[in-house]
């Protein structure tokens, strides 16, 4: 236990540096500064006061920013180590091909969540700095920000396994802003198609990653108040319950993958 | 590869950005200028300026319904003087507010999540000073298309009636005419903002609807004269004449 935590933390070291010395948060940042600035000084009309305009837009980059970063991070697992071929280093020493996998994972997360807490951080900042305050329900859009942040890297690992890395970051993309925007209608486009597409919709609208779960930025912009306790525990095991099946395919992915 | 075929490369380059250049100048001048509007917005968009506003006036009515995304046209088609009341219009809702689709006979559980992720408690309405976060929206929405003269009549009418700024409202009549000279809608609301039921200045008032009055029978002279739409403009236009001449006597 004591030798996979030390592995672990190794892992998690890596992706951390790797993720902060390539200074994508910080290109981010400052492409988010570009948008923001301007449309901060914006009067419309020359009347003054409004403000859910700048936190919507801000939590929409938020949550761009964030899904850029996971699926990158997820992709950069293994494909690099399989091309310099410094999988083989790492796998003589004495750890499994899972335990390899899990470790990577964390890491990678990790490094997620922390330019994800970064980005929290800017936007908290901005709200105080325009006057305005913590709202109730930040705790909970973070939480369940960080879960699908999670679920994305977990998506993005899953793919970089099976297919090339253009088609796993276009997929993974395709997928997730898919199910983020349209997910809680897929049952209402079904009821206008013929039956064979309707079951494919319906089967996309029950296996696909439910991206909009998480999603809290109306809660936060227009002051809704927090989700219910039980709702939020569902959706949390629901990330959970998403990213271990994902990762296990992951484990078969990599554990028949020839080196 | 050696010199001369360099040479011979570079020739072809030369020759061919040659034709490509005379080609395009030549079909340039012919080609129609169909990009109506003015600016890059115009150039760039061209007609999905008119989608881009519809969504963003779209956004505002989200807005005004606290965030949720109603699905039904409340700003758009509006009629201020049918159902306004202290808020934008006079609905109905249901009671549950479910706005995820049709009823299913089993248990989606997907769906209830959501409806209780995405769903606040309590429907709000924007009212008062804070129908101002609804601006930058319809800012944005006659920006792309300052020809949406619903987008522009419904800015002015959440400037005069809901945030209550005469200034404002007519700040932002003043740019629809600016891009949609004697539109007849912009015209009445500048009269009813400077009318103001009554209190206001008449003289001004009554120009600005007699404006209206004009506008309008030019444009069913134009298009017809059993435009509906265009008849109600005029005779609401000139309904508000007939009363200012009524005050008048009476006074």
Not at chain 2, 38 to 46: P, T
Request: proline share 4%; hydrophobic share 50%.
């Amino acid at each position: 236990m004591k030798l996979f935590a030390r592995q672990t933390c190794a892992l998690v070291k890596l992706s951390f540096i790797e993720l902060w010395r390539r200074n994508d948060i910080f290109a981010l940042v400052l492409l988010g500064l570009a948008l923001m600035v301007p449309l901060s000084m914006a009067t419309p009309f020359g009347a003054d006061g409004a403000s859910r305009y700048l936190d919507e837009m801000a939590l929409l980059l938020v949550w761009g920013f964030s899904l850029f970063i996971a699926l990158g991070a997820g992709q950069r697992l293994f494909p690099p180590e399989f091309e310099s071929r410094t999988i083989y280093p790492l796998l003589a020493k004495p750890i499994s091909r899972g335990r390899l996998l899990v470790g990577k994972y964390i890491g990678a997360v990790a490094a997620s969540w922390s330019a994800l807490a970064f980005f929290y951080v800017l936007f908290v900042a901005s709200v105080l700095v325009r006057g305005g305050g913590f709202p109730s329900e930040m705790p909970q859009a973070i939480v369940l920000h960080f879960a699908f942040v999670a679920l994305a890297v977990a998506v993005s690992l899953l793919g970089s396994l099976i297919v090339t890395a253009s088609a796993n970051l276009s997929l993974s993309a395709i997928v997730l802003v898919g199910m983020f925007f349209f997910g809680r209608r897929l049952p209402e486009y079904a009821e206008g198609l013929n039956p064979a597409l309707s079951w494919v919709v319906k089967t996309i609208y029950a296996i696909a990653p439910h991206a909009e779960f998480f999603d809290m930025r109306q809660r936060l912009v227009h002051g809704w108040g927090a989700v219910d306790g039980g709702v939020f525990v569902v959706v949390l095991a629901y990330a959970v319950v998403y990213i271990a099946i994902l990762l296990s395919l992951a484990s078969f992915a990599l554990g028949r993958k020839r080196l | 590869m050696n010199a001369v075929g360099r040479v011979l490369v570079t020739l072809c380059g030369i020759a061919l950005v040659w034709c490509l250049v005379g080609f395009c100048s030549r079909d340039v001048e012919r080609m129609p200028q169909v990009v109506k509007g003015e600016g890059a917005l115009a150039v760039a968009f061209g007609d999905a300026r008119e989608t881009i506003s519809q969504a963003c006036v779209h956004k505002a009515d989200s807005y005004f319904h606290g965030g949720i995304d109603m699905e039904c046209d409340h700003l758009g088609g509006h009629h201020h003087d049918d159902n306004c009341k202290d808020g934008f219009h006079e609905h109905d809702h249901d009671e549950d507010h479910d706005h995820d689709g049709a009823e299913h006979d089993f248990f989606d559980p997907w769906r209830w999540i959501n409806s209780h992720v995405r769903a606040p408690d309590v429907h709000r309405h924007l009212g008062g000073g804070e129908a101002v976060e609804m601006m930058p929206w319809f800012w944005a929405s006659v920006k792309a298309d300052p020809h949406n003269i619903e987008a522009w009549t419904t800015t002015w009418y959440i400037a005069n009636n809901m945030i209550k700024d005469k200034g404002l409202a007519l700040r932002v009549v003043a740019e629809g005419l600016e891009k949609n000279p004697d539109d007849p809608e912009l015209l009445i609301c500048r009269g009813r903002t400077i009318y103001d039921n009554g209190r206001g200045e008449f003289a001004a008032a009554r120009e600005a609807f007699s404006a209206a009055v004009a506008s309008a029978g030019r444009m069913l002279q134009r298009v017809g004269s059993s435009d509906e739409h265009i008849l109600q403009i005029r005779d609401f236009a000139q309904a508000y004449l007939d009363e200012m001449a009524k005050r008048g006597a009476r006074q």
